[in-house]
């Protein structure tokens, strides 16, 4: 196994280092401290995992992991950063990365998330599963129909085409056709076998 190791404090390298080094003895790891020697390393051999900081001295100007994926598209890249936010997290998975650990994890964590991200999954914090579902909104309940659109529905539930009820209601087929549009979305379906059998089940 190869690994490279990005980030700018001297200490967290070496112990980081140890901590993978235990686990796998002959794991093969380069350890360097800036986005720049990372990007050099991976033009001599690309590793199986890099193990990334965010805040890099020499990557202010564009994301680490932008960079990573541009020198190699198909690399896996875990992110280990202090930033424990839903917008770091966020922007890291959405340019790339298939995984975000905050340096405070313990190791148990830290060797469970290389293990997941080295056999092709992804890893997040359990409070960023959190926050973004407190985040989503609740779905749209559907709104009242019209009594136009009650009758038009009511024709639907009989199975009559729009120009049928066009007939039978007197207006134009182009007219039926906005009343079915309009009950469809109200009802939160594109389907008007569908509706029909909302109608039915709200009697």
Not at 14 to 33: M, T
Not at 108 to 134: F, K, N
């Amino acid at each position: 196994m190869r690994l490279l190791l990005i980030d700018d404090h001297t200490l967290f390298r070496a112990g980081l280092a140890r901590i993978v080094q235990f686990w796998q003895p002959e794991a093969s790891i380069r350890a360097v401290g800036t986005l720049g020697e990372g990007l050099r390393c991976l033009g001599e051999a690309l590793p199986d995992l890099v193990l990334l900081d965010l805040s890099l001295p020499d990557a202010r100007s564009v994301h680490p992991v932008t960079s990573l994926r541009a020198a190699a598209p198909t690399l896996p890249i875990l992110v280990i950063s202090m930033l424990e936010t839903a917008e770091a997290v966020s922007e890291a998975l959405r340019l790339g990365a298939r995984g975000y650990v905050h340096k405070t994890e313990d190791e148990a964590v830290m060797l469970q998330a290389l293990r997941l991200v080295l056999a092709g999954g992804s890893v997040v914090p359990g409070w960023y599963e959190q926050r973004r579902s407190a985040m989503v909104p609740p779905a749209p309940q559907p709104g009242p129909l019209s009594p136009r659109q009650h009758e038009v529905l009511g024709l639907i539930e009989q199975g009559r085409s729009n120009k049928e009820i066009a007939r039978s209601l007197g207006i134009a087929e182009a007219t039926v056709k906005i009343h079915v549009h309009n009950l469809l979305k109200a009802l939160g379906t594109d389907s008007r076998q569908k509706a029909a059998y909302l109608s039915r089940q709200g009697r």
